[in-house]
Structure formats: C-alpha cells, structure tokens
C-alpha cells in the first residue's frame, strides 16, 4: 500500500511556486489556529495564556503572535524538509496542533460546554467531550495539511 511519503524524499529544497504555496498554506494554517486560539483565551480570565497579556489583551497583539509563531512553524518546516524530508515536516505540525487541541479543549471545557450544558455534566466529563470534539478537529487538519503536503501541482483536479 502506498501512502505517499515512499516517493516523497526531501521537500523545499528548491523554492518553486508550488513549495511557496504549500508553505504559504502551512503558515495561514498556523496563524488562524494561533489567533482564534488567543481570542478564545482573551474571553477567559482563567486562562494560562493570560499571562501573555500583550498576546490576549487586543487583536493587534494576537495578530502579531500569530505572524510570529506561524513564521516560526514554516522556517522549521524549511529546515526540517530540506534535511530530513516530509515525515519530519509532518510531525512538526503534527506536534504544533496537538498544543492547539489541548488547549482549544481546555478553553471549551470551562467556556463553551460550561455555557452549553449548564453546569449538569461534572468538569471531567465536559473536558472528555471537548477533547473529544478537538481531536476530531486537529485530525482533519492534519489530514489537510497532509495532502497539502503530497501534492504535486497547484490548484483543483
């Protein structure tokens, strides 16, 4: 069975405009993640990323964590691509939405679930159908970024 990464090898070694759109894909990914992620965050005084308060405190700030962040995630997967080939891009961003999904659990189990069933379900079982919904979420994206990964031209076949 083939699952594409056989043939893959070595990815961004040369910067044609199909290796800048992927990579352009993998940075808007990132970015919206990480600043819906902090405008979440900002709704909740609770939150541990309230102790960034230049990131939660306004929009301008997340915008600027997420630029920074999804810039961080696309200069690693250049490095990662060019040395040690698609699988280590993958589980880079494999790695990096994983920290998305629990904390997007985190904040929906004591915002979002809290609202929604008023207080009838205990905190843990609230947390287990957050994460339940999150993991769905990040494996989609992930099956997203995958085939963005593999393809080999632009646009829709």
Same mark, same amino acid.
């Given at each position: 069975?083939?699952?594409g990464f056989d043939d893959? $090898? #070595?990815?961004?070694?040369q910067m044609d405009q199909l290796a800048r759109a992927k990579l352009a894909l993998i940075f808007a990914i990132h970015l919206v993640c990480f600043v819906a992620l902090l405008r979440v965050a900002a709704t909740q005084p609770t939150s541990f990323l309230?102790?960034?308060p230049f990131l939660v405190g306004s929009l301008a700030g997340s915008a600027?964590?997420?630029?920074?962040?999804? $810039? #961080?995630?696309?200069?690693?997967s250049i490095l990662a691509g060019r040395h040690s080939?698609?699988?280590t891009v993958l589980f880079?961003?494999?790695g990096v939405i994983s920290l998305y999904v629990i904390e997007f659990t985190i904040l929906l189990s004591r915002g979002f679930f809290r609202r929604l069933l008023d207080d009838a379900l205990q905190p843990e079982i609230r947390v287990a159908i957050s994460f339940i919904v999150m993991v769905n979420a990040g494996y989609f994206t992930l099956?997203?970024?995958?085939?963005?990964?593999?393809?080999?031209s632009l646009g829709v076949r």
């Open positions: 069975m083939m699952t893959a $090898g #070595f990815i961004f070694g309230h102790r960034a600027v964590g997420g630029v920074l962040l999804g $810039g #961080f995630v696309v200069a690693a080939g698609l699988a880079l961003n494999a099956m997203f970024l995958k085939d963005i990964l593999l393809s080999d």
